[in-house]
């Protein structure tokens, strides 16, 4: 079973619409025996980074998540603010945050020579893997597009940068470390991209809680 955390933050009646499609067990849950018992993670988010940490604190899951991410090496999936809520810390709020990717989120900040280029950056836009061979892109074209909304990213010259995009300024679109990987887009609206990789993150959660149950 695959936890998607729920600490009422955005609508994740898409995140469980794709799991499904998918045939994958998936539960909206914040207790912590779903989530001890679940092989994979998912952290999703919409809205303001000081407000999603609040959120996280209020439903008694940071410490939780460290312990089972962090401590237990179970595998963890961030989506959009929720990939964001890894980071240190953002320029849109003042708040600490979880720490596991380091690096600031930064905001986009308007090129007057690319007008069109707007904030937020809104639509869809291109992948280019950091790692061709890393496991959340297989089966994924070279030219693979997904669904953005957001005024914020993590900067493209970070360690754990796996994947990257291009408005404005490239930035990391996708970050992976270890068991943990975030993506600044909405696979669950990006059709059959956003499918392709929610199922290489749903295997090989499936596959860390099989070999880890031996």
């Known amino acids: ?61 940071v410490t939780l998540l460290e312990d089972l991410v962090i401590g237990g090496g179970k595998p963890c999936l961030g989506i959009c603010l929720g990939m964001q809520l890894m980071a240190g810390g953002s320029e849109e709020g003042v708040l600490e945050g979880l720490g596991w990717i380091k690096g600031t989120v930064c905001k986009f900040q308007p090129d007057p020579t690319r007008p069109k280029l707007r904030i937020p950056h809104m639509g869809w836009n291109y992948l280019k893997p950091a790692d061709q061979n890393h496991w959340l892109f297989t089966g994924l074209p070279s030219a693979s597009r997904f669904y953005f909304v957001h005024s914020y990213f993590y900067p493209a010259n970070i360690s754990s940068v796996a994947g990257i995009t291009d408005h404005i300024i490239p930035f990391a679109s996708v970050v992976a470390k270890n068991n943990i990987v975030g993506c600044q887009f909405h696979p669950e609206k990006s059709h059959s991209f956003g499918l392709t990789l929610l199922s290489n993150f749903a295997r090989m959660a499936m596959n860390a809680g099989q070999s880890g149950s031996h």
């Open 1 to 61: 079973m695959i936890a998607v955390i729920n600490y009422e933050m955005g609508n994740v009646g898409s995140v469980l619409n794709m799991m499904r499609k998918l045939r994958i067990q998936a539960k909206l849950t914040r207790d912590p025996k779903d989530l001890n018992q679940a092989c994979g993670i998912i952290l999703p988010g919409v809205g303001s980074y000081d407000r999603g940490m609040k959120q996280l604190r209020k439903c008694d899951l």
